[in-house]
């Protein structure tokens, strides 16, 4: 593990901030909600897996210009969109992921059993 000792500019920033005067006088509530929002925002394009596929290792795959982090076992797979694109229509990203999925797994998405939204894709696969 490596320490990095904070400078001493980083050191007096850090000690205004905890200052309850500068919180309370110089930084108005509403800066606090404009930088909980872009953290928000920020961590929104993560490739966050679902809890089953957590341990395994995603599969970077790009579809007609969507990029996927796509994940899966030997009888389902997932895919999250990690691209940034403005305001893509479901149907359109559960079908780049399904064929992510395929290209990711080498296996055959069950149609039936395709779900998602305009950020994840689940589905159940055929590797027969």
């Given at each position: ?8 500019a ?9 200052d ?6 110089k ?25 089953k ?12 210009g ?42 055959r998405?069950l149609?039936?059993?395709?779900d998602?939204?305009?950020n ?9």
């Amino acid at each position: 593990m490596i320490c990095v000792k904070p400078t001493f500019a980083a050191n007096r920033l850090l000690t205004e901030f905890a200052d309850d005067e500068f919180m309370t006088r110089k930084m108005p509530l509403w800066w606090l909600c404009v930088l909980m929002v872009a953290t928000a925002a920020a961590l929104a394009g993560c490739d966050s897996p679902s809890p089953k596929f957590s341990g395994l290792t995603g599969h970077r795959i790009s579809v007609d210009g969507s990029q996927f982090s796509v994940r899966h076992t030997d009888q389902d797979a997932e895919a999250v969109r990690i691209s940034k694109e403005l305001r893509p229509g479901r149907g359109e990203v559960v079908l780049k992921g399904a064929k992510a999925i395929e290209l990711a797994s080498g296996c055959r998405v069950l149609p039936t059993s395709l779900d998602g939204d305009t950020n994840y894709v689940r589905a159940d696969i055929d590797c027969s």
